[in-house]
Antibody
Framework: VQLVESGGGLVQPGKSLKLSCSASGFTFSSYGMHWIRQAPGKGLDWVAYISSSSGTVYADAVKGRFTISRDNAKNTLYLQLNSLKSEDTAIYYC?????????WGQGVMVTVSS | DVLMTQTPVSLPVSLGGQVSISCRSSQSLVHSDGNTYLHWYLQKPGQSPQLLIYRVSNRFSGVPDRFSGSGSGTDFTLKISRVEPEDLGVYYCLQSTHFPYTFGAGTKLELK
């Protein structure tokens, strides 16, 4: 099982960014997937979930601004981040499995600053 | 949201020693499917979290039997015996019974 995030970087407040999580080593389409983030020096915050059938759930802090999606043909999970705020600055991790988040990627850094 | 209260914040330990970490939830973590979705993770410096214990007491693949989890309802404990250098880092509990999923604030296991 391997999960590799990409797409992070420095972005101005109010702008957008799209993160990707490339999955391999398992049948991606069969698993629910999550995004979790960790602000610098802080703890872990769950961000969003997408089921194997593409149902979605979001944390209140990102609802209406972030969109989780998946492309099973490409074995890739996405997180579209819009209207970014300074408090969205964090390492973003993708993780596998609906309940027992068992495998995590190495994370990708998103910095929101002018 | 379910509040996860994890204690202690910092836990000094001697190599070879035994420690316990507590995690209490503000409501029951028993899911409607009968499972209790309380898990434990270790995050080593500069790394992503790694799953140690899932559903209260099940060791994940490759996790040594020095790690054990117990508890029920709202009160859960992770025990680490014969602490080794590779056990140092920050431990988190996670509840995935209720959306939004929530983590404990973390316990830093460090050498005395």
């Amino acid at each position: 099982v391997q999960l590799v995030e990409s797409g992070g970087g420095l972005v101005q407040p109010g702008k957008s960014l799209k993160l990707s999580c490339s999955a391999s080593g398992f049948t991606f389409s069969s698993y629910g997937m999550h995004w979790i983030r960790q602000a610098p020096g802080k703890g872990l915050d769950w961000v969003a979930y997408i089921s194997s059938s593409s149902g979605t759930v979001y944390a209140d802090a990102v609802k209406g601004r972030f969109t989780i999606s998946r492309d099973n043909a490409k074995n890739t999970l996405y997180l579209q981040l819009n209207s970014l705020k300074s408090e969205d600055t964090a390492i973003y991790y993708c993780a596998r499995r609906a309940h027992n988040l068992d495998y995590w990627g190495q994370g990708v850094m998103v910095t929101v600053s002018s | 949201d379910v509040l996860m209260t994890q204690t202690p914040v910092s836990l000094p330990v001697s190599l070879g020693g035994q420690v316990s970490i507590s995690c209490r939830s503000s409501q029951s973590l028993v899911h409607s499917d009968g499972n209790t979705y309380l898990h434990w993770y270790l995050q080593k410096p500069g790394q992503s979290p790694q799953l140690l214990i899932y559903r209260v007491s099940n060791r994940f693949s490759g996790v040594p039997d020095r790690f054990s989890g117990s508890g029920s309802g709202t009160d859960f404990t992770l025990k680490i015996s014969r602490v080794e250098p590779e056990d140092l880092g920050v431990y988190y509990c996670l509840q995935s019974t209720h959306f939004p999923y929530t983590f404990g604030a973390g316990t830093k296991l460090e050498l005395k």
